[in-house]
T-cell receptor, first 114, second 113 residues
Framework: ETGVTQTPRHLVMGMTNKKSLKCEQHLGHNAMYWYKQSAKKPLELMFVYSLEERVENNSVPSRFSPECPNSSHLFLHLHTLQPEDSALYLC?????????????FGPGTRLTVT | AQSVAQPEDQVNVAEGNPLTVKCTYSVSGNPYLFWYVQYPNRGLQFLLKYITGDNLVKGSYGFEAEFNKSQTSFHLKKPSALVSDSALYFCALDTGTASKLTFGTGTRLQVTL
């Protein structure tokens, strides 16, 4: 295990639902990330947090709303999603966001939007 | 803009044979290069990275990669493949100013008996 956990592992939601993805890291890292992984496409960086402050927001639709209450926890709140949002959502952490420390990934949440 | 290319969607190797997974990159500054592996139903796992120094980098599970600045490549290699190496491999690029990795599309490695 990498020290990064994600819940739930699988989620099916309708387009009008509201749900949240949770990520927790047990590594003492300062930076946390959300990625979207779709088939046949490179990983897409969605958000970056450093010490609970958002430092990167890659033009992600407002139907995705991140929250970082402390340096160990990261949430992704979802509402009024579209079918094309179905993907594997990966959380990662690293020691620092400003240097090229390797990132440690959680197992992901497989999201299906119906 | 920076980019990473993994020209092969899939690489097939017999167990015991050497393997190579190719990666080329494009960046204006000095590259920081990474390899990650993803097993089924799992997140990505870090294998190795090149930041500076020796062009040959050794990583986890017997993998190594060679940084070649003139060819802008960072190919992943292993002298003797195992069936358990079968997975999806990602090359990634960072410029070191901020941890904003650019990933390739991935190469599926299939090792057969």
């Amino acid at each position: 295990e990498t020290g990064v956990t994600q819940t739930p592992r699988h989620l099916v939601m309708g387009m009008t639902n509201k749900k949240s993805l949770k990520c927790e890291q047990h590594l003492g890292h300062n930076a946390m990330y959300w990625y979207k992984q779709s088939a046949k496409k490179p990983l897409e960086l969605m958000f970056v947090y450093s010490l609970e402050e958002r430092v990167e927001n890659n033009s992600v639709p407002s139907r995705f709303s991140p929250e970082c209450p402390n340096s160990s926890h990261l949430f992704l709140h979802l509402h009024t999603l579209q079918p094309e949002d179905s993907a594997l959502y990966l959380c990662a952490s690293s020691q620092d966001y400003r240097s090229s420390y390797e990132q440690y990934f959680g197992p992901g949440t497989r999201l299906t939007v119906t | 803009a920076q980019s990473v290319a993994q020209p092969e969607d899939q690489v097939n190797v017999a167990e015991g044979n050497p393997l190579t997974v190719k990666c080329t990159y494009s960046v204006s500054g000095n590259p920081y290069l990474f390899w990650y592996v993803q097993y089924p139903n799992r997140g990505l796992q870090f294998l190795l990275k090149y930041i500076t120094g020796d062009n040959l980098v050794k990583g986890s599970y017997g993998f190594e990669a060679e940084f070649n600045k003139s060819q802008t490549s960072f190919h992943l290699k292993k002298p003797s493949a195992l069936v358990s190496d079968s997975a999806l491999y990602f090359c990634a690029l960072d410029t070191g100013t901020a941890s904003k990795l650019t990933f390739g599309t991935g190469t599926r490695l299939q090792v057969t008996l």
